[in-house]
């Protein structure tokens, strides 16, 4: 029987990773539903949905091992969608410690999900110092009021510049 699994898989990044994980995969009968992959630096770092027969689980997870690299694979149960609206959001600001820690207090506050960060820091000289852009993909519910939230992300600094936007 087949069953659906997410596998979180990361190590030092090598040629051809993501190609050989699919390979494994496809040779114990699987196939990738969804994914994500990230590098930083020469860090690998990925999230894989994948349908496999649920006998090929373990196999599957040692094959990966193999490769030198941390995974640990869970079955997905069944459960119930619950209605969410995606919304994209961008924030620049003048960089300072504990910015992002100040806008996931306001995300959590606001009962506000994060399905995918990215956030970077830039240096600039004509500022002699450093700038925080981030890009966030959230969910939210249906009580979700955009003002509420725009309103408590600006109380973290002036200088922040917000957008959000489907």
């Known amino acids: ?18 190609k ?3 390979e494994k995969t ?4 699987g196939k990738w539903l969804n994914s994500k992959i990230s590098h930083i630096d020469n860090y690998f770092a990925g999230l894989l949905k994948i349908e496999i027969a649920a006998e090929n689980i373990e196999q599957l997870a040692n094959e990966f091992r193999n490769l030198g690299i941390k995974v640990e694979a869970v079955e997905l149960k069944s459960f119930s969608p619950v ?4 919304l994209n959001l961008n ?7 504990g910015l992002v820690h100040d806008i996931s207090q ?8 994060v399905e995918n960060m990215e956030c970077h820091r830039l240096g600039l000289a004509d500022i002699s110092g450093t700038v925080f852009t981030s890009q966030f993909k959230i969910r939210v519910n249906e009580e979700f009021d955009k003002q509420v939230l725009l309103q408590s992300l600006q109380e973290i600094s002036a200088d922040l510049v917000v957008d959000l936007h489907a």
Do not use: E, F, W
């Open 1 to 18: 029987m087949n069953v659906q699994i997410m596998v979180t898989v990361h190590g030092a990044n090598k040629a051809d990773l993501v």
């Open 20 to 22: 050989v994980l699919s």
């Open 26 to 29: 496809h040779t114990l009968g």
């Open 83 to 86: 209605k969410s609206t995606y």
């Open 91 to 97: 924030i620049d600001a003048k960089d300072r410690p």
């Open 106 to 113: 306001v995300l959590s506050d606001n009962s506000i999900a």
